[in-house]
């Protein structure tokens, strides 16, 4: 396919989803309309028999209670018109593809957990059931060699090669097998039948109802067959004639169910699963499109002993199959990245909580008396559960946030890149402030720092939240500077402070190790640290030159030690700020 088809494919399945969502809120409208004229009939009723007291009798208080809590229950517009859900279910017919991506937009309206989680559950099945047939459909072709006298005879012809289909029409193929005990065959006719319908294809005037099909053509032709029904399913299958037009063996096999349809992109529509269930916060469902969604673009390597390899290291971006995918795809990727490192946040968050609750109780339980119970020895040994499994997991989601940066450099989007970096340093932050920061920081810390010094800030000023977004960069910037100084070479409290205020007491004789060995570190920061120690000039240039050595390197697309400095001075002015007063934790991001 080529790229522009890829484009138009993930377009449409986007305009879909627009379309669908837009049917959805006009469904409600209307909903909310009825309700509406329903409640003004209900009032207007209730007041005509008020002005008609005089002839049936004053209303009691009882019935005008009754009356206006009708009146307020016909009048409550409802979340979801169910109607109207049905009659769209209705028009997608058998199209997996469409009615997975209804089944997200079904799942947003709906007030009720259950129903949410069972409308992304089918969505992801249909998705599954749509891989499975297209696979079907891919591994049973006939394969386009060319015949050998060697290849064993056949009882019956094989079925068909599809080589394109429309919402109403496909064109197949068909090449010569040997027929066991048959003449030899030199042309073909396609046959087809809805699924379902009835018994199995045969040789009849109903399978041969739709234009093309019953038409012999010569063998390794093609035949097109058309007036189709949209969104529905059909069966296949040639038969082999002779030069005389004899029927050659009977009807061959029949091919899997063909989807009168133009399939959608698969990894965009679970890409759209992923994203609707993290807003309605379903972190199964979220899991499982995951699963299927970054494998085929983030290879994952068997698990290792942390001192043989280094957690990152597992995880690979699939650059040919970022480059053979559409921009579009691509933007969603990064888009699912993101949302799914929320989901390790949270589970963080859960193992927070409940080490506070846990230790809330044994601090209970040690004044209550009961500390050397069996209750209180569970939770003691809660509280004394390893920590590591659960860094190591933040050094991977970190790993892919690093990858969907790339990938968002790739398609050059720097707000998108901007957007991880932050995601990535408030996924690392709970590590920088343990009391023995790993050196395993150490890689994911450079690449946040590369990925931050490669953004050109090009992006429009008015697009919504930008400034803020520079203004957090800025302060990501300088705390990344910041802890890789650390890192590098450990630096105190003081001797930062008596950097700032720019005295050089009780410092002299301490060396500073370049961190433009680990990054592109921030220029005015750097000529902070070389004024500290006494090195300004050898300090600064020692600095530009592992910078300019670290740019070639680089990975990221357009990075700016390799050309001239492309990073805004009110942007290294707040890092510089930012990285002397020290990090400041977590940030903000929406």
């Not at 209670?65 to 009048?75: K, W």
């Not at 299958?237 to 009977?250: I, K, N, R, T």
């Not at 995918?325 to 949270?346: F, I, N, S």
């Not at 990858?403 to 450099?409: D, F, N, P, S």
């Amino acid at each position: 396919m080529l790229p522009s088809e890829q484009d138009l494919a993930c377009l449409h399945a986007d305009a879909l989803l627009v379309q669908q969502r837009l049917e959805l809120a006009v469904g409600l409208r209307e909903a909310a309309s009825r309700a509406k004229v329903k409640q003004d009939q209900l009032l207007t009723t209730a007041a005509k028999r008020d002005k008609q007291a005089d002839i049936f009798g004053a209303r009691t208080i009882k019935d005008r209670r009754a009356d206006d809590a009708a009146a307020e229950a016909a009048g409550k517009a409802p979340a979801s018109s169910a109607v109207h859900e049905r009659q769209l279910l209705e028009a997608c017919g058998k199209n997996p593809y469409q009615r997975a991506l209804l089944l997200t937009q079904i799942a947003a309206y709906q007030p009720d957990t259950t129903r949410q989680i069972a409308a992304l559950k089918e969505a992801c099945t249909l998705l599954q059931a749509a891989q499975s047939s297209e696979a079907d459909i891919f591994n049973a072709q006939q394969p386009p060699t060319a015949v050998k006298s060697s290849d064993p005879p056949h009882s019956r012809p094989l079925q068909p090669k599809v080589l394109r289909r429309t919402p109403n029409s496909i064109t197949l193929t068909y090449w010569h097998v040997h027929l066991r005990g048959h003449t030899p065959a030199v042309r073909f006719a396609a046959y087809c039948k809805p699924t379902g319908a009835g018994v199995a294809l045969t040789i009849n005037p109903t399978a041969m109802e739709y234009p093309g099909s019953g038409v012999q053509v010569p063998l390794g032709s093609q035949v097109t067959i058309e007036g189709l029904q949209s969104n529905e399913t059909y069966t296949f299958a040639v038969a082999a004639y002779d030069d005389e037009g004899q029927l050659v063996g009977e009807l061959g096999v029949q091919s899997p169910p063909v989807l009168m349809a133009l399939p959608l992109p698969l990894y965009s529509c679970w890409a759209h699963i992923l994203l609707t269930a993290a807003c309605l916060r379903h972190w199964t469902i979220v899991k499982e499109a995951a699963s299927v969604l970054m494998p085929r673009f983030i290879s994952i390597s068997p698990a290792r002993q942390l001192w043989q390899a280094h957690p990152m290291d597992l995880l690979q971006l699939q650059l040919p199959e970022v480059q053979a995918a559409a921009g579009p795809l691509l933007r969603l990727l990064v888009q699912a990245v993101y949302v799914y490192a929320d989901h390790v946040r949270h589970l963080q968050h859960k193992q927070v909580l409940g080490h506070q609750v846990a230790g809330a109780a044994v601090a209970a339980a040690s004044k209550s008396g009961l500390a050397g119970t069996a209750a209180s020895r569970v939770m003691l040994l809660q509280l004394s559960e390893s920590q590591v499994p659960a860094q190591v997991a933040m050094l991977e989601a970190s790993k892919r946030l690093i990858a969907a940066m790339q990938v968002a450099a790739i398609i050059g989007d720097e707000m998108l890149v901007e957007e991880g970096a932050l995601r990535a340093y408030n996924l690392l932050a709970p590590l920088l402030q343990q009391r023995d920061v790993s050196p395993l920081l150490h890689q994911p810390l450079a690449a946040l720092h590369l990925a931050l010094a490669a953004v050109k800030d090009t992006a429009p000023a008015s697009l919504f939240g930008h400034l803020n977004q520079r203004q957090m960069a800025a302060r990501a910037t300088a705390a990344v500077s910041y802890w890789l100084m650390r890192l590098s070479a450990p630096i105190s409290p003081g001797l930062m402070s008596a950097a700032v205020a720019g005295s050089l007491a009780g410092v002299v004789g301490r060396q500073l190790q370049p961190a433009a060995a680990f990054a592109r570190l921030d220029a005015a920061l750097l000529r902070v640290l070389s004024t500290q120690t006494g090195t300004a000039a050898g300090g600064a240039a020692a600095a530009s030159a592992s910078a300019a050595s670290a740019a070639r390197a680089s990975p990221w697309p357009g990075n700016p030690a390799a050309k001239s400095t492309r990073r805004n001075t009110a942007h290294d002015s707040q890092a510089a700020a930012a990285a002397a007063a020290g990090p400041s934790g977590a940030m903000n991001i929406k």
